[in-house]
């Protein structure tokens, strides 16, 4: 079936330092893919995503590039700030025609950003 | 500009107990969903619809039963709280299947003792 794995947290850096997130999934289909982050206390938030392969989602200075080859789609950015705290999700939703369209999703990266 | 509204924020049952939690959106949207969040882990799929009067089954749904008379309102049941029901409730909505954006509620954090 469809899942998807993601770097296990919790990853603690440095204001203005990289970020990256791993992401890989698993899928039958062509999922679309996505990045949703929950601050403390809140719901998911829809932060990018990619319908297809070799698409580049971005917003807010994240950015994840949709690879098939390698069924990826890491996170990125390139210099966090402490606003930046909070968990990331990955997930995929399958498109085909079997699927309710709902969304698989990794276990979470909690980032803490010290200024 | 209210999107998905969840109620209560926060509820503690006793085993045995019952509840609903109430999920309501504004949105228009054919597609509801309700999740669970277990510490550590990613949210899992309870329940979901796909419109008024068609419901079906996620990936972890016992002890759980919803109904979806209008597009707007999809509650969540719970019958007999026990403690492995202990979580946050996330329910969200989706105008088409899969390729867009899914809005979430503000989420249920509801503790059985």
């Known amino acids: 079936g469809n899942s998807v794995t993601q770097m296990e947290g919790p990853v603690t850096l440095s204001e203005e330092a990289f970020l990256t997130i791993n992401c890989t999934y698993t899928?039958?289909?062509?999922?679309?893919l996505f990045w949703y982050v929950q601050y403390p206390g809140e719901g998911l938030q829809l932060l990018l995503k990619?319908?297809?392969?070799?698409d580049k989602g971005s917003n807010k200075g994240f950015e994840a590039t949709y690879r098939k080859e390698t069924t990826s789609f890491h996170l990125e950015k390139g210099s966090v700030q402490v606003s930046d705290s909070a968990v990331y999700f990955c997930?995929?939703?399958?498109?085909?025609?079997?699927?309710?369209?709902?969304?698989?999703f990794g276990k979470g990266t909690k980032l803490s950003v010290k200024p | 500009n209210a999107g998905v509204t969840q109620t209560p924020k926060f509820r503690i049952l006793k085993i045995g107990q019952s509840m609903t939690l109430q999920c309501t959106q504004d949105?228009?949207?054919?597609?509801m969903y309700w999740y669970r969040q277990d510490p550590g882990m990613g949210l899992k799929l309870i329940y979901y619809?796909?419109?008024?009067?068609?419901?079906d089954k996620g990936e972890v749904p016992n002890g759980y039963n919803v109904s979806r008379s209008t597009t707007e309102d999809f509650p969540l049941r719970l019958e007999l709280a026990a403690p492995s029901q202990t979580s946050v409730y996330f329910c969200?909505?989706?105008?088409?299947?899969?390729?867009?954006?899914?809005?979430f509620g503000q989420g249920t954090r509801l503790t059985v003792v």
């Open positions: 949105m228009n949207h054919n597609y």
């Open positions: 990619a319908t297809k392969a070799d």
């Open positions: 619809s796909v419109g008024a009067g068609i419901t």
């Open positions: 899928a039958t289909g062509y999922p679309s």
């Open positions: 997930a995929l939703s399958d498109r085909d025609g079997g699927s309710q369209g709902n969304l698989i």
């Open positions: 969200a909505s989706n105008t088409d299947r899969g390729n867009t954006e899914a809005f």
